[in-house]
């Protein structure tokens, strides 16, 4: 599974808006500097958060954006979904946008491809917005551990 721009910068966003939680709105020009995100796309972003009930904003000067939900109830598989559309990593294991295969029925490595889909799904629906904001950041050291560095494209 690869996350498409737009869904990585809407986890960015959402993820500023639960640091903020109850503290009032933020501005869209703040979202987009603090979270590196050209304000265009981000205006467009927006107003999907916002179609979702997931955001809620204010006019004027002292207006912005706030999550509309508590972050216990919105999911990373929520937002994923909602922007790239599909977890899986293939579509002959994906239910909504399911791609036939001529190999389906002799398929020894579909297997691998729907247990990785089930175990993506399960974690990502069970991740909820304040769940990850209670995380620490990942570290390099822990992308680049020498024991998981085993074959290209990782």
Known sequence: MRLSRKTDYALRVLM??????????????????????????????????????????SPGRAGGYVLA???????????????????????????????PCSQAATCRFRRVLLDIRNVTAAHMDNATLAQVARTDPVADREVFRLELVGGDGI
Do not use: Y
């Open 16 to 57: 500023t808006l639960v640091d903020r939680w109850g503290r009032g709105p933020i501005s869209m020009n703040e979202l987009a500097k603090m979270n590196d995100v050209p304000k265009k796309f981000l205006e467009h972003i927006m107003l999907d958060l916002k179609s979702q009930g997931w955001v809620e904003s």
């Open 69 to 99: 939900r508590p972050p216990e109830r919105i999911t990373l598989g929520q937002v994923v979904r909602h922007f790239d559309g599909v977890l899986a990593p293939v579509g002959c294991v994906s239910i909504s946008h399911n791609e």
